[in-house]
């Protein structure tokens, strides 16, 4: 866990922020700037700063984001109408939290290409 790092302040319970599933692994919660009628954002519990931080060992984790993802869309009622995940990394993807976080996006038809 990295001190000064908010999501793993939100995944390991020192902000009180509602959780919508966790577990040993993976924590999500409701992004707090919505961009889709569901938008849950899926972290890892321990600090991985992102994708260019990701090894051959992350392979499990990666499994249990996507995994849970697929989840929570079919809890969420959007698995059939379908959802898109995007990971941003880097400045010009408009990555502006330095923990690895999966957004989950559904609810409403999503535009492609994204901005
Ligand atoms: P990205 O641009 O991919 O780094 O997305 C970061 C997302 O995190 C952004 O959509 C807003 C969300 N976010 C940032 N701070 C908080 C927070 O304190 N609580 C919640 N729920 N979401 C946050």
Not at 56 to 78: C, S, W, Y
């Amino acid at each position: 866990m990295a001190d000064d790092c908010i999501f793993c302040k939100i995944a390991n319970g020192q902000i009180p922020v509602p959780l919508v599933y966790q577990d040993e692994r993976v924590a999500a919660f409701r992004d707090i700037n919505p961009q889709a009628p569901t938008h849950i954002l899926l972290v890892p519990r321990a600090h991985v700063t992102g994708v260019p931080a990701l090894t051959d060992a992350d392979g499990p984790l990666l499994a249990a984001l996507l995994t849970t993802a697929a989840a929570l869309a079919r809890q969420e009622g959007i698995a059939e109408s379908g959802y898109r995940l995007v990971i941003n990394a880097g400045p010009d993807a408009g990555q502006t939290v330095d923990h690895l976080h999966v957004h989950l996006l559904g609810g409403r038809a999503l535009g492609w290409p994204p901005g």
